[in-house]
């Protein structure tokens, strides 16, 4: 069983290292950073009422807190090769901590090979060095699964303003997406990175990155690049943003949605893009792909149009994207799919529910990247 002192050191491990890659990303004074830095600092008093002093060690590629390995996830590689790069063996913090002296660290973690900073403790903060050894350069390297992770609380910040009625903040959404699209230009296999569904809090969150890479990787199939490329990222990560009016009891209702219920959530893509419109900086695509990502090639879905429409392809791409998606990233009470069986259900929505020509073009995408990756990494747990 997972103790409370684990659960507040993974939660601690975790703000660091997504403080340190904002940091690294953006700069050390960054709105986020300093709001990450500041709910470690919390974290840590909870853990300072389980303990005297914390001293986490760096022991054969092991993070050792207690006398004991702190269990392996991406945020813990991420320190332990942060600490072992700045030459720290271990890292001893003091209950009078101060949050200046906890964003000193994040800079640290946040150092990279080609950037000079100097390893220096403070009154609270204690390092024990080793010599320095630096790793090759690429497992510096960002890749779109770590941006993915580090940018989560960032756009649930983002979307949770929209659930409070606030304007969305435009630059936010554009920071994402274009390291997104740097990600993705510099790793034509990133397309796999797209995250399991984890928990319903962070559904928006991984369903619009998940849905934005995929975006991605059929635009650039076809060919797109430049603004257009972006649009099609910033169309992608807002397509639900309209559900963000809708109650979370609905959204999150684990079972069949009743008829009003249904009738509620159908209004999500109008509320979206109407909510879009009225906010600066959005391009029009992510209004025209909010409002039609659900009215199916047929025209058989809603919202319903009284005269024939042609989506927008941004709009056809994203309902091929949300309908994978949807496949992939099972709920709890959801059996999952098998990628042939994933493949078979999208092979018969082409020509109805999809637009045939980009399905197939989706499906190739996926087969071609079947030959090299294990599907079963990235099937939801
Ligand atoms: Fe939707
Ligand atoms: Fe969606």
Known sequence: MISRQDNHMQKLIRLLTTAAANAALYHPEHRQVLRLNKQALSTLHQLFNLHSDITLRVIEEQLIFTNKPVEENLAVTRLIESLTRNGISHLQIEPDVCAEELLALIIILSKTPDKQIEIKGSQN????????RYKDSESTHLDLADIAEYEADR???LYQSVRNKQKLEMTGIIDIVNG???AFNSQSDSFMAIAPLRSMDEYTYTHSTNICMLNLAQAKVLGIEGQLLNDIGIAAMLHDVGKMFI???ILSKSG???EEEW????QHPRLGAEYLLNTPGVPRLAVVTAYEHHMRYDNAGYPKIAHPWQQHICSQMTAISDTYDAMRTHRAYE???ET???ISIMLDLAGNKLHPQLTYSFLQILSDLDKNTDFSNYTAS
Do not use: T, Y
């Not at 903060?125 to 320095?132: A, D, L, N, P, S």
């Not at 009738?263 to 159908?266: A, C, E, F, V």
């Open 125 to 132: 903060i204690h390092f024990g060095q080793i010599e320095i």
């Open 155 to 157: 756009f649930m910040d």
């Open 180 to 182: 997104f699209v740097d």
């Open 247 to 249: 109650s979370p009891d």
């Open 256 to 258: 069949k949605l009743d």
């Open 263 to 266: 009738r509620i959530m159908q």
């Open 335 to 337: 059996e999952s799919l």
């Open 340 to 342: 042939d069986q994933i």
